[in-house]
């Protein structure tokens, strides 16, 4: 029995979650917003609100600067930034969020790819007085490259500008171009004063030329739930489970943990195991709450199955419809991060979903020209610049396109000595670039 025909599976636990990334240029105000967000929505505990008094009297900026809400590093704070990827969780009565306030400096650019790649949309924060940066266009292009289809850009210090409509409307434009370029689905531009709280959560009538949402009624009405791959349950995409964890039950018998991806798995649903090419049936589906007839997509759950088959960690569980490639041999874009170029004959690890293995750069294919989206000619990359280039593994595989799946079409490259992440890869070339 396949799924192509069954009932979706709904749970909201999985839908009701928007998982975000703050993006844009050092000093835009992205984590002033996120502050803002966080404490007119009420999501502070006194003692926190507190500690954040206290750091911006430390530093002398004031009873409470918002941004020292999310800037949780001691480095941060002394020196006005964000480093690190700062994770938030919030709820309002309409919905979950998971909030990545991301680095806007060029050299955190690892961490700010980091935060994008689970993110549902992208919150852009743009300085109205100044318009849109070169180090904002790169973010919108590596969000855009990890498949974040969805922006709402906030035209922020719209209060520094007198709230006149001109600014507003600059940015409405260099948005609406950038994103036609990058093939973005849906956009939203809000104008915003951070600072005071004009338009964040509360309307405001200091910009009566704006009818739209507030930008937490446009977070609370955003699709979600695309980061886990849900787009491909919508495409009739078939179930992929990376296998995590092999567990043994009491009495005998194993049952294989991980989390759905692609389509809902069910009970009943013929599966091949991949690499190995074995199939069976699922027999049992155990999710958080218990036995259940199919799991959706983003549940980490344990399923058990017919037959006793050879199936370690690092294999993928998937449906007989539409099954991904097993391969050693992958063409990929990647972001890279290292302080040393990556180059042809480059030795590195490659971890895709649950699998990790030796592999080899085997050429350098293309570097892309953020401005443009362009590819040219490249023998090397350094750092924060994205490429195409040549992969071979020492193990397979199993692999979709990055644009089909999010999830099974990405992987990062690792420092076999170091140990350190030093690349975000996804397979195969996105359509929105082009060969010179």
Same mark, same amino acid.
């Given at each position: 029995?396949?799924?192509?025909?069954?009932?979706?599976?709904?749970?909201? !636990?999985?839908?009701?979650?928007?998982?975000?990334?703050?993006?844009?240029?050092?000093?835009?105000?992205?984590?002033?917003?996120?502050?803002?967000?966080?404490?007119?929505?009420?999501?502070?505990?006194?003692?926190?609100?507190?500690?954040?008094?206290?750091?911006?009297?430390?530093?002398?900026? %004031?009873?409470?600067?918002? $941004?020292?809400?999310?800037?949780?590093?001691?480095?941060?704070?002394?020196?006005?930034?964000?480093?690190?990827?700062?994770?938030?969780y919030a709820a309002t009565p309409k919905?979950?969020?998971?909030?990545?306030?991301?680095?806007?400096?060029?050299?955190?650019?690892?961490?700010?790819?980091?935060?994008?790649?689970?993110?549902?949309?992208?919150?852009?924060?743009?300085?109205?007085?100044?318009?849109?940066? !070169?180090?904002?266009?790169?973010?919108?292009?590596?969000?855009?490259?990890?498949?974040?289809?969805?922006?709402?850009?906030?035209?922020?210090?719209?209060?520094?500008?007198?709230?006149?409509?001109?600014?507003?409307?600059?940015?409405?434009?260099?948005?609406?171009?950038?994103?036609?370029?990058?093939?973005?689905?849906?956009?939203?531009?809000?104008?915003?004063?951070?600072?005071?709280?004009?338009?964040?959560?509360?309307?405001?009538?200091?910009?009566?030329?704006?009818? &739209?949402?507030?930008?937490?009624?446009?977070?609370? $009405?955003?699709?979600?739930?695309?980061?886990?791959?849900?787009?491909?349950?919508?495409?009739?995409?078939?179930?992929?489970?990376?296998?995590?964890?092999?567990?043994?039950?009491?009495?005998?018998?194993?049952?294989?943990?991980?989390?759905?991806?692609?389509? +809902?798995?069910?009970?009943? !649903?013929?599966?091949?195991?991949?690499?190995?090419?074995?199939?069976?049936?699922?027999?049992?589906?155990?999710?958080?709450?218990?036995l259940a007839p199919a799991a959706a997509? %983003?549940?980490?759950?344990?399923?058990?199955?017919?037959?006793?088959?050879? *199936?370690?960690?690092?294999?993928?569980?998937? %449906?007989?419809?539409? +099954?991904?490639?097993?391969?050693?041999?992958?063409?990929?874009?990647?972001?890279?991060?290292?302080?040393?170029?990556?180059?042809?004959?480059?030795?590195?690890?490659?971890?895709?979903?649950?699998?990790?293995?030796?592999?080899?750069?085997?050429?350098?294919?293309?570097?892309?020209?953020?401005?443009?989206?362009?590819?040219?000619?490249?023998? !090397?990359?350094?750092?924060?610049?994205? &490429?195409?280039?040549?992969?071979?593994?020492?193990?397979?595989?199993?692999?979709?396109?990055?644009?089909?799946?999010?999830?099974?079409?990405?992987?990062?490259?690792?420092? +076999? *000595?170091?140990?350190?992440?030093?690349?975000?890869?996804?397979?195969?070339?996105?359509?929105?670039?082009?060969?010179?």
């Amino acid at each position: 029995m396949t799924t192509a025909t069954s009932a979706p599976v709904e749970h909201p !636990e999985v839908m009701d979650l928007l998982r975000f990334a703050t993006i844009g240029s050092v000093d835009d105000g992205k984590s002033t917003l996120i502050g803002r967000l966080l404490v007119d929505t009420r999501q502070l505990f006194d003692d926190q609100i507190d500690a954040v008094a206290q750091a911006s009297r430390d530093r002398g900026v %004031g009873d409470l600067d918002l $941004s020292f809400v999310t800037d949780g590093l001691r480095a941060e704070r002394e020196q006005g930034i964000t480093i690190d990827v700062a994770y938030r969780y919030a709820a309002t009565p309409k919905r979950k969020f998971v909030i990545a306030d991301c680095p806007g400096h060029v050299q955190y650019t690892a961490n700010m790819a980091t935060g994008a790649s689970t993110a549902d949309l992208a919150l852009v924060v743009v300085d109205a007085t100044s318009g849109l940066k !070169e180090q904002t266009r790169r973010h919108l292009c590596i969000a855009s490259l990890l498949g974040v289809r969805q922006l709402i850009v906030c035209a922020n210090k719209m209060d520094e500008g007198n709230w006149r409509f001109p600014l507003y409307e600059r940015v409405v434009a260099q948005m609406t171009a950038l994103a036609e370029m990058l093939e973005i689905e849906s956009l939203t531009v809000i104008p915003i004063s951070a600072l005071h709280g004009d338009n964040v959560v509360e309307r405001s009538n200091a910009a009566p030329y704006y009818e &739209g949402p507030t930008v937490l009624e446009a977070l609370e $009405s955003a699709p979600a739930g695309g980061w886990a791959g849900v787009h491909g349950e919508a495409a009739e995409e078939a179930t992929r489970l990376p296998v995590q964890w092999v567990l043994r039950q009491p009495g005998g018998g194993r049952t294989y943990a991980g989390m759905v991806d692609g389509a +809902p798995i069910r009970v009943g !649903e013929e599966i091949i195991v991949l690499p190995s090419g074995l199939t069976s049936t699922v027999t049992e589906v155990r999710t958080p709450s218990g036995l259940a007839p199919a799991a959706a997509v %983003g549940l980490s759950v344990s399923v058990a199955l017919a037959d006793d088959l050879d *199936v370690a960690r690092g294999d993928m569980i998937v %449906g007989r419809a539409n +099954p991904p490639r097993v391969t050693n041999d992958i063409e990929a874009t990647i972001c890279w991060f290292g302080t040393a170029p990556l180059t042809q004959g480059s030795r590195l690890r490659v971890k895709h979903t649950t699998r990790s293995t030796p592999g080899i750069v085997t050429a350098i294919s293309s570097l892309l020209d953020v401005n443009d989206l362009t590819l040219a000619g490249a023998s !090397e990359l350094v750092a924060n610049e994205i &490429g195409v280039v040549q992969l071979t593994t020492a193990d397979p595989l199993v692999v979709d396109a990055y644009g089909s799946n999010r999830i099974t079409g990405s992987f990062v490259l690792i420092d +076999p *000595v170091t140990n350190i992440t030093v690349a975000a890869g996804m397979v195969g070339i996105p359509t929105l670039l082009h060969r010179s």
